[in-house]
């Protein structure tokens, strides 16, 4: 074994699910032997109405030549994910337990909710949607905050068979307007506004305009819910002297507040748009309905939900999950990765807008009848020290977060971490991206005070679920490695023309066997699924990662080997970002490249070419910078943009886009550029910089 490796914590191991790689590796090699005896007796802990067939477990075609690519997982089955998540808990006696401590953006505003009352309230926002004429299939968009209601929403789907439809409340209204389109949801659900650290957010009104906007699309949303959060923060900012907040035991969800225009302070009235016939509010919805629904027995290969990812073409492809597989699959890394033991406390820090908060806020945790924090705050309010007070305060047993918010915690040393208790701890996570040694050090240094295991769990919204990733009290670890495959996961590396790499080497990290929680297909389109996913090599699915696997046999993830960026763990292809760019009336051509960012990891660094006779200012730059920013979201903002006089372009066309990222970080050294069309516009670019490093 190589040097840099770091041995689990002797007692975190000694109570661990997985104790040693002699554990492990009988395990994995069972999962890829006898798969269907591995998942089936991890599906016999659930509930079947209609049992599966374990002669006919899963099947699946990833040669494309061979005919339609397709995955199945106990096809024929029926159950229902709400129930195993809620009511199977509820009645294994773990009612009163706490499914989620909820923490506010401000510190005085907490509460928390047992599983009997999730489940009472899942029933009722149920019976909600179907008094909405939504029926199984339907799809409902989702934009809130995190609050308990997201989720409440999420399993109501679930429990009547809709398929969610999650949009990030970051995203702008452009960007939700076209989700809500192409996946021709019926109701959306939203929330009045939120707080994000000391801004306040009109959200209702973002909703309103993507609606507008949806029209546009040929698509009319024909109900909108709306949860009136915001009275109930401004509860707490009144009564909150320090000795009295709204931290009752559960948020009163239907309590009588006046609506509509909401008089905050003397001087800010908050108002929200409405549409009668249309919208309605959550609490009025809820009080009218019986606070039981029976679920919808649902097959395996139903939807149970889809979510949105960045193409690299520039449309978001609607990444579609079905029901049995995605569960076994969340339930079960959940388990082993967090290595979870009933009476620990679990918090992912993910928004429940991205695939890491819908496996591991919401359907992992539940399906092992976990206790979560749902934060709806951010890392830096009131103080830089938000996530080891928030850690303190609930005994956080496993924390999960991404590197670039340890990169930007690092920041600010080790006095606001050691302001508080983290002892609690045992295992942290990482996600979104690789993390560089230096903040994997710094976690398990400071936060993890050499005892806890760190899972770099690399995953993507389509795997579903993680799919290589050490075990905490297994795995020796090695700092910006996700060393090695998770159960049923099988990685292998190709190189250019096809070849699998046997032992040490770098290539395309592909696989050639479905895993449970992989997705079925693009929604509403099969043809972009198999030609994005499965065409570069007939007979694998291919991630669009480079990795490498070294001489340990651990695999180092390096990074999206297509026109893909990675801006602190959000995905998004340079596209659809020099789309947004060319729609400007000033621009003819724009090319978008990333570099790399000290905290974000990667950041935009845009080439803009104005149409003839435009002359390149800095208001024109920062027209820019604000357009990218109102039509994909705050986190697409871009770092640069610099004026290019013209692209790089080869004598067919094509951008030459390493010239461009040479450009980005100054380095001259730009390899063979004999193949430009004009080989000076290179130096050209250089001269422009608009910064002097
Ligand atoms: C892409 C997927 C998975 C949930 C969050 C992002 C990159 C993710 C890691 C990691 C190296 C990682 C990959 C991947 N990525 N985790 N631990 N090490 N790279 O989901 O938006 O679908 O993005 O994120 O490039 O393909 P996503």
Redesign the pocket.
Known sequence: MSKNVYLPYAATSEKAHIKSMVQYRKMHNKSLESTEQFWSEIASQFHWETPYDINNFYSYNFDVTKGPVQVKWMEGATTNVCYNLLDKNVRNGMGDKVAFYWEGNDPEDYSKITYKKLLEEVCRFSNVLKSKGVVKGDRVAIYMPMVFEIVIAMLSCARIGAVHSIVFAGFSSDSLAERMADCKCKVLVTADSVYRGDKLLNIKSLCDIAMDKAKNFGHEVSTCIVVRHLPRLYRSMNTSNGTNGSNSDIIDLHSDVPILNITLNDNLTFSVPWTDGRDYWWHDEMDDVEPSCYPVWVSAEDPLFMLY??GSTGKPKGVLHTTGGYLLYAATTFKYVFDYHPGDIYWCT?DIG???GHSYVVYGPLANGATSVIFEGTPFYPDNGRYWSVIEKYKVTQFYTAPTAIRALMKFGEEPVKKHNVDSLKVLG??????NPEAWLWYYQNIGKERCSIA????????GGHV??PLPGCTPMKPGS?SFPFFGVKPILLDESGKEIEGVGEGYLVFNKPWPGIMRTLFGNHERFQSVYFSKFPGYYC???GARRDEDGYFW?T??VDD?L?VS???MSTAEVESVLTEHPDVSEAAVVSRPHPIKGECLYCFVTPNHGVTFTPKLSSELVKKVRESIGPFAMPDVIQHAPGLPKTRSGKIMRRVLRKVAVNDREVGDISTLADEHIVEELFKNRPEKS
């Open positions: 990812t960045s993910a991205w695939i890491t990482s996600v979104g991206e690789p993390i770099d769990t690399f995953w993507q919204t389509e795997t290589i990733t996700a991630t669009g990662d993830v990074g999206r893909m990675n763990g959000h995905l």
